[in-house]
């Protein structure tokens, strides 16, 4: 059993940046693709980023590129999320997410990650 506990979030100002880190536990890293999700009050929960096992393939929803960079040290068996040029818009609970295998077509979905951590929130002022 994989456990993933996320950490790094907290509230900040517009403009800021913020680097959010999952720690896997139970099983390597190096094991599993792995994604970050985050989920606003009354949406649905949306992707954010995704990172292949080696971390040669990396995707991003369009609204954080060019912001936002996923990164991975399989050593240290953590994941993260450097987070830049924050905006309201992107404040939300973020979710760290594993899966066994890379979904080259649908990496987006929720339905595609068999591992969730807890969440760590995200506060955006203006």
């Known amino acids: 059993q994989v456990q993933l506990v996320e950490s790094g979030g907290g509230l900040v100002q517009a403009g800021d940046s913020l680097r959010l880190s999952c720690a896997v536990s139970?099983?390597?890293?190096?094991?599993?693709?792995m994604g970050w999700f985050r989920q606003a009050p009354g949406k649905e929960r949306e992707f954010v980023a995704a990172?292949?096992?080696?971390?040669?393939?990396?995707e991003y929803v369009d609204a954080v590129k060019g912001r936002f960079a996923i990164s991975r040290d399989n050593a240290k068996n953590t994941v993260y999320l450097q987070m830049n040029s924050l905006k309201p818009e992107d404040a939300a609970v973020y979710y760290c997410?594993?899966?066994?295998?890379?979904?080259?077509?649908?990496?987006?979905?929720?339905?595609?990650?068999?591992?969730w951590g807890q969440g760590t929130q995200v506060t955006v002022s203006s």
């Open positions: 990172i292949s096992s080696s971390g040669l393939s990396i």
């Open positions: 139970g099983r390597p890293l190096r094991n599993y693709f």
């Open positions: 997410s594993a899966s066994d295998k890379w979904y080259s077509e649908t990496y987006y979905s929720p339905a595609r990650y068999d591992y």
